[in-house]
């Protein structure tokens, strides 16, 4: 198993926070998804490395934005 | 057509603004439903006046509050 970490950026409250794990948990791979809602902090499984970018994308799509790694 | 008006306090996001109208809009007699995110105000129209009460208890099974009338 895989663990990748990403902060997401502009959830404000659990709906938001359903909305990034439902649409995250759709991307091919992926096993489960965590997310902080205090913190933005994102924990994402999968059996396999994924490509960063298609988790990028789903955040997108739910409607917020992953921070660029500092 | 009666319309009354409500501040509901809690609301965040958009999510939340549709959690307010869907739980509200199925109150009995209510024929619709618009909510301000940025103000928290919510118009409920109806064919005739409707229990405030019906309208407090929909907004908290939400997860949010009506604000008592100043």
Redesign the interface.
């Known amino acids: 198993m895989t663990t990748a970490t990403f902060t997401v950026k502009g959830m404000?409250?659990g709906?938001?926070v359903?909305?990034v794990k439902e649409e995250v948990g759709e991307v091919p791979g992926v096993a489960g998804v965590q997310v902080d809602l205090a913190t933005g902090l994102m924990t994402v499984e999968s059996d396999s490395p994924l490509d960063a970018a298609q988790i990028r994308t789903a955040v997108a799509e739910a409607g917020y934005e992953v921070a660029d790694p500092s």
Chains 1, 2 share one sequence.
Request: with cysteine; proline share 0%; charged share 0%.
């Open positions: 404000t409250c709906h938001c359903s909305s």
